[in-house]
């Protein structure tokens, strides 16, 4: 039996995001659609569509026009999911911009999205972000108009001056959004996904969790992220259901207070926040008991952490699931009454119109019923493609349109399937992808620095910590301090390696390739991380 499953079949929503939004708000108008607990606001569907529509105006007045990208460079908050809305309405495409970017990084998306106008916070707590912009422009060429700040005058300006958009004839394979995800070429490829990519998955996460317009779902997964802005915003104003917004950033505290006052009945994460909240010394006093199901995804999901979710945390019907940006994102899901087994120690099976198989290496045939391979993926749910990059897109989606995701897994008889490693050079740390290649190329620029290697380490909290094995040129000396320091303010904290080794030489095989998997393991007993690497994931 070959390792080929297939979803069942639904109909495909022929539907942009403004018409999802518009329909839920006609059906649920008094249904709250938005809770955004450190702002103070919430939202009913007929609110957010209003709001939406109003932005849609002042982005029209502003001169934006279909196709014209707009960036989005904040943390959770409800201008975003305006944004989100808004964009969809007049045509144009949102880019999403992770918070954590810094000069280097925001240079560089800039360039390549060509956006026209960027939205943000001037600052918050963690950075002025302002002034990384100004930094990022510095000498750089980009098509950039409009830089306005969320909150102050230049987007209250921005609403007042709103004109009404004529009737624009938009379709569902219209590209809607950019979502950025490093790529192995060592910089960010942008992930152009389209309506109908976006509002099927929503539907079918939906499906899977058996969601309904008195769901009230706990976010505290990042808006800019397919997690948050599908998984959550969309997915939610497909079904009706409240999307509850605990802070700006992930913070355990916020997050089970919001599900306790909020009563929410969803509750979405990466296994580090899990962790984080599960471990948290005021975890005990919460009532969570209004939790029914919920999604852990984005990494390896540990077991155990999965059973502590369901008996501790009480979230009875919680499920794994498993996919990547480029696939908008979900492709594979526990059901909510799967047996708590398959729901803790697989991410589920080939969701509502989805394909998937597992393919063996050279020419990808696809391999028995329990044999390795790299997990592919073929439907609606496949991107657009990498924008501006048509061989990447073509490495990453064959000629018969299967997605290979650089993921490597097994598929039982049942149809369940185990991620079992990766074919991709990937680090994930905390729930954010990183690759090796990009830390290299940023930490050769540094003076002092003959020879770098970036790998992962096994983290117990994070899932993955980020080393680099740096060789010197002769006679120089450096300390990790000053190697960490030079990376602050140009990358984002996250790709700031956690350990630094300096050493002499690299393991290579005979014919000159370095060997990561043996720097990997020298730094795991090295440094007595066996314990965190024994930890089994679905
Ligand atoms: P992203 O594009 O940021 O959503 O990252 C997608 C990558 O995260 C996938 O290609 C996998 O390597 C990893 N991933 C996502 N969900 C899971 C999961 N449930 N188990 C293991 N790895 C996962």
Same mark, same amino acid.
């Given at each position: 039996?070959?390792?080929?499953?297939?979803?069942?079949?639904?109909?495909?929503?022929?539907?942009?995001?403004?018409?999802?939004?518009? &329909? +839920?708000?006609?059906?649920?108008?008094? $249904?709250?659609?938005?809770?955004?607990?450190?702002?103070?606001?919430?939202?009913?569907?007929?609110?957010?569509?209003?709001?939406?529509?109003?932005?849609?105006?002042?982005?029209?007045?502003?001169?934006?026009?279909?196709?014209?990208?707009? %960036?989005?460079?904040?943390?959770?908050?409800?201008?975003?999911?305006?944004?989100?809305?808004?964009?969809?309405?007049?045509?144009?495409?949102?880019?999403?911009?992770?918070?954590?970017? &810094?000069?280097?990084?925001?240079?560089?998306?800039?360039?390549?999205?060509?956006?026209?106008?960027?939205?943000?916070?001037?600052?918050?707590?963690?950075?002025?972000?302002?002034? *990384?912009?100004? $930094?990022?422009?510095?000498?750089?060429?980009?098509?950039?108009?409009?830089?306005?700040?969320?909150?102050?005058?230049?987007?209250?300006?921005?609403?007042?001056?709103?004109?009404?958009?004529?009737?624009?004839?938009?379709?569902?394979?219209?590209?809607?959004?950019?979502?950025?995800?490093?790529?192995?070429?060592?910089?960010?490829?942008?992930?152009?996904?389209?309506?109908?990519?976006?509002?099927?998955?929503?539907?079918?996460? %939906?499906? +899977?969790?058996?969601?309904?317009?008195?769901?009230?779902?706990?976010?505290?997964?990042?808006?800019?992220?397919?997690?948050?802005?599908?998984?959550?915003? @969309?997915?939610?104003?497909?079904?009706?259901?409240?999307?509850?917004?605990?802070?700006?950033?992930?913070?355990?505290?916020?997050?089970?207070?919001?599900?306790?006052?909020?009563?929410?009945?969803?509750?979405?994460?990466?296994?580090?926040?899990?962790?984080?909240?599960?471990?948290?010394?005021?975890?005990?006093?919460?009532?969570?008991?209004?939790?029914?199901?919920? *999604?852990?995804?984005?990494?390896?999901?540990? *077991?155990?952490?999965?059973?502590?979710?369901?008996?501790?945390?009480?979230?009875?019907?919680?499920?794994?699931?498993?996919? $990547?940006?480029?696939?908008?994102?979900?492709?594979?899901?526990?059901?909510?009454?799967?047996?708590?087994?398959?729901?803790?120690?697989?991410?589920?099976?080939?969701?509502?119109? +989805?394909?998937?198989?597992?393919?063996?290496?050279?020419?990808?045939?696809?391999?028995?019923?329990?044999?390795?391979?790299?997990?592919?993926?073929?439907?609606?749910?496949?991107?657009?493609?990498?924008?501006?990059?048509?061989?990447? +897109?073509?490495?990453? *989606?064959?000629?018969?349109?299967?997605?290979?995701?650089?993921?490597?897994?097994?598929?039982?008889?049942?149809?369940?399937?185990?991620?079992?490693?990766?074919?991709?050079?990937?680090?994930?740390?905390?729930?954010?992808? @990183?690759?090796?290649?990009?830390?290299?190329?940023?930490?050769?620029?540094?003076?002092?620095?003959?020879?770098?290697?970036?790998?992962?380490?096994?983290?117990? &909290?994070?899932?993955?910590?980020?080393?680099?094995?740096?060789?010197?040129?002769?006679?120089?000396?450096?300390?990790?301090?000053?190697?960490?320091?030079?990376?602050?303010?140009?990358?984002?904290?996250?790709?700031?390696?956690?350990?630094?080794?300096?050493?002499?030489?690299?393991?290579?095989?005979?014919?000159?390739?370095? $060997?990561?998997?043996?720097? &990997?393991?020298?730094?795991?007993?090295?440094?007595?991380?066996?314990?965190?690497?024994?930890?089994?994931?679905?």
């Amino acid at each position: 039996m070959e390792s080929y499953s297939c979803g069942p079949d639904y109909p495909i929503l022929e539907i942009t995001l403004g018409q999802a939004l518009d &329909r +839920t708000a006609e059906r649920f108008p008094h $249904q709250d659609a938005v809770v955004a607990r450190r702002q103070g606001i919430r939202l009913t569907y007929s609110q957010l569509r209003e709001g939406a529509v109003k932005v849609a105006r002042g982005l029209w007045g502003l001169g934006l026009r279909p196709g014209d990208r707009i %960036g989005a460079w904040a943390s959770n908050c409800v201008e975003w999911l305006l944004l989100q809305h808004a964009t969809a309405r007049i045509g144009t495409v949102l880019i999403n911009v992770n918070p954590a970017y &810094r000069s280097h990084e925001l240079a560089f998306v800039l360039r390549k999205s060509h956006m026209k106008a960027l939205f943000l916070h001037e600052a918050d707590a963690r950075s002025n972000y302002l002034e *990384i912009l100004n $930094q990022a422009r510095a000498g750089l060429e980009c098509p950039l108009e409009h830089v306005v700040l969320l909150g102050t005058d230049s987007w209250h300006g921005m609403l007042e001056k709103g004109v009404d958009p004529p009737s624009l004839s938009l379709s569902a394979n219209d590209a809607v959004n950019i979502q950025y995800t490093s790529g192995t070429t060592g910089s960010p490829k942008g992930v152009l996904l389209t309506h109908r990519n976006l509002v099927n998955n929503g539907w079918v996460m %939906g499906w +899977t969790l058996k969601l309904g317009e008195r769901d009230r779902i706990c976010v505290p997964v990042p808006l800019y992220h397919c997690f948050g802005c599908v998984l959550g915003s @969309i997915c939610a104003t497909v079904y009706g259901a409240a999307l509850v917004l605990p802070s700006p950033q992930f913070e355990p505290l916020a997050t089970l207070e919001a599900v306790e006052a909020e009563r929410c009945t969803v509750i979405y994460g990466v296994p580090t926040m899990f962790i984080a909240e599960l471990d948290h010394p005021e975890f005990r006093r919460f009532d969570l008991s209004s939790l029914r199901t919920g *999604i852990m995804a984005g990494a390896p999901c540990p *077991i155990e952490v999965m059973k502590r979710v369901v008996n501790v945390m009480g979230c009875r019907e919680m499920t794994i699931g498993y996919g $990547q940006t480029e696939s908008s994102p979900v492709i594979t899901g526990s059901l909510t009454d799967d047996s708590l087994e398959l729901r803790v120690s697989t991410v589920g099976r080939a969701l509502p119109n +989805t394909e998937v198989k597992i393919a063996g290496p050279g020419l990808g045939e696809t391999v028995e019923v329990g044999e390795q391979g790299e997990l592919c993926t073929r439907g609606y749910l496949v991107m657009k493609g990498y924008d501006e990059e048509p061989e990447a +897109t073509a490495r990453a *989606i064959d000629s018969e349109g299967w997605l290979h995701t650089g993921d490597l897994a097994t598929m039982r008889p049942d149809g369940y399937f185990r991620i079992t490693g990766r074919a991709k050079e990937m680090i994930i740390r905390g729930g954010e992808n @990183i690759y090796p290649r990009e830390i290299e190329e940023f930490l050769y620029t540094h003076p002092k620095i003959a020879d770098v290697y970036v790998v992962g380490l096994p983290d117990a &909290r994070l899932g993955e910590a980020v080393l680099a094995a740096v060789r010197l040129k002769a006679g120089e000396t450096a300390t990790e301090d000053s190697i960490r320091d030079f990376c602050k303010g140009r990358i984002a904290h996250f790709k700031i390696p956690q350990y630094i080794s300096f050493v002499d030489s690299f393991p290579m095989t005979v014919t000159g390739k370095i $060997q990561k998997y043996r720097i &990997r393991e020298r730094e795991i007993q090295a440094r007595g991380l066996e314990a965190a690497a024994a930890i089994k994931t679905a």
